[in-house]
């Protein structure tokens, strides 16, 4: 079943799937009528919701859920550094998106990319442990 | 493996392929259609490839809403299927000529209706996965409840 952390991220990422899918339908229908050529600086705002908001959101939480789980203690690992992933990421991109629209360079961008790259540690963190076989679980 | 999913996975590989391939042409010296075929090639392997690949292995090994096996492949996920591929397909046979034929109003009609139904498929995906992104009590309490 899928554990709540998961839930919280596919759905944020199935948002911006959903959002990024719709700036692109507003840069296709620009692309085609030549409405507004300054709407192109919404273009990195699509990738990267694409990228970091759908993409790697989704991996994310689904490898979470679906990964072996250990089954002695805590299913997933800490459930508090679960949360810690989630928060950092959204807002790491939430920044990172904000300074797009804004075109702040420096250090607004960096701390979104940060926050990011502190998510993905985590991630890191909490899976490494969960990438074995159960027959080598069972023994730990 | 459900039919739909087995079809996302197989247009998933065609793309693939194909955004591959285009991309492989773009860099061959003298062919000079790298800015032209770029967002063709890369919206192949993002949407045409991982996002079709994604869809189809959530619609096959997320928890259904319905346990009922007639309820398997719903309308909503054949309707996604139908209408990405259309519009994939669409897209990618107008955008990359609507320099070369200047604007034809023809051309223009098939990339906004391609980018239209484009967003129309992901809200029935969306629709579809929606529901079935439930935790464990939850699910229990409902099937209780029935």
Request: charged content about 15%; hydrophobic content about 55%; glycine content about 6%.
């Given at each position: 079943?899928?554990?709540?952390?998961?839930?919280?991220?596919?759905?944020?990422?199935?948002?911006?799937?959903?959002?990024?899918v719709?700036?692109?339908?507003?840069?296709?229908?620009?692309?085609?009528?030549?409405?507004?050529?300054?709407?192109?600086?919404?273009?990195?705002?699509?990738?990267?919701?694409?990228?970091?908001?759908?993409?790697?959101?989704f991996?994310?939480?689904?490898?979470?859920?679906?990964f072996?789980?250990?089954?002695?203690?805590?299913?997933?690992?800490?459930?508090?550094?679960?949360?810690?992933?989630?928060?950092?990421f959204?807002?790491?991109?939430?920044?990172?998106?904000?300074?797009?629209?804004?075109?702040?360079?420096?250090?607004?961008?960096?701390?979104?990319?940060?926050l990011?790259?502190?998510?993905?540690?985590?991630?890191?963190?909490?899976m490494w442990?969960?990438?074995?076989?159960?027959r080598?679980?069972?023994?730990? | 493996?459900?039919?739909?999913?087995?079809?996302?996975?197989?247009?998933?590989?065609?793309?693939?392929?194909?955004?591959?391939?285009?991309?492989?042409?773009?860099?061959?010296?003298?062919?000079?259609?790298?800015?032209?075929?770029l967002?063709?090639?890369?919206?192949?392997?993002?949407?045409?490839?991982?996002?079709?690949?994604?869809?189809?292995?959530?619609?096959?090994?997320?928890?259904?809403k319905?346990?009922?096996?007639?309820?398997?492949?719903?309308?909503?996920c054949?309707?996604?299927?139908?209408?990405?591929?259309?519009?994939?397909?669409?897209?990618?046979?107008?955008?990359?000529?609507?320099?070369?034929?200047?604007?034809?109003?023809?051309?223009?009609?098939?990339?906004?209706?391609?980018?239209?139904?484009?967003?129309?498929?992901?809200?029935?995906?969306?629709?579809?996965?929606?529901?079935?992104?439930?935790?464990?009590?939850?699910?229990?309490?409902?099937?209780?409840?029935a």
């Amino acid at each position: 079943m899928i554990p709540l952390p998961s839930i919280w991220m596919i759905r944020l990422s199935l948002l911006y799937l959903l959002i990024s899918v719709i700036l692109g339908a507003i840069l296709l229908t620009n692309k085609a009528l030549v409405l507004y050529p300054s709407i192109w600086v919404i273009l990195p705002i699509h990738y990267e919701l694409v990228i970091w908001g759908w993409l790697v959101q989704f991996v994310m939480g689904t490898a979470y859920w679906m990964f072996p789980k250990y089954l002695k203690q805590v299913k997933r690992g800490s459930v508090t550094l679960a949360w810690l992933m989630i928060v950092t990421f959204n807002i790491g991109l939430y920044i990172l998106i904000l300074s797009l629209i804004l075109r702040i360079n420096g250090i607004i961008r960096i701390s979104g990319r940060s926050l990011l790259m502190l998510s993905v540690i985590i991630f890191g963190l909490l899976m490494w442990r969960r990438i074995v076989s159960y027959r080598e679980l069972k023994t730990r | 493996m459900p039919k739909v999913t087995r079809w996302f996975i197989k247009s998933g590989i065609f793309y693939f392929v194909t955004g591959v391939l285009l991309a492989l042409v773009a860099e061959i010296p003298g062919v000079h259609a790298g800015p032209i075929m770029l967002p063709v090639y890369w919206h192949m392997l993002v949407m045409g490839w991982i996002t079709q690949m994604i869809m189809g292995v959530s619609i096959w090994m997320f928890p259904r809403k319905y346990r009922d096996k007639k309820k398997r492949e719903s309308v909503l996920c054949w309707l996604s299927f139908w209408l990405l591929n259309s519009g994939l397909v669409l897209r990618f046979l107008s955008e990359p000529f609507l320099p070369i034929v200047q604007y034809n109003s023809a051309v223009v009609a098939t990339v906004l209706l391609s980018a239209f139904i484009q967003v129309l498929s992901i809200i029935f995906y969306v629709a579809e996965i929606w529901p079935r992104l439930q935790t464990p009590e939850k699910r229990k309490r409902k099937r209780t409840l029935a």
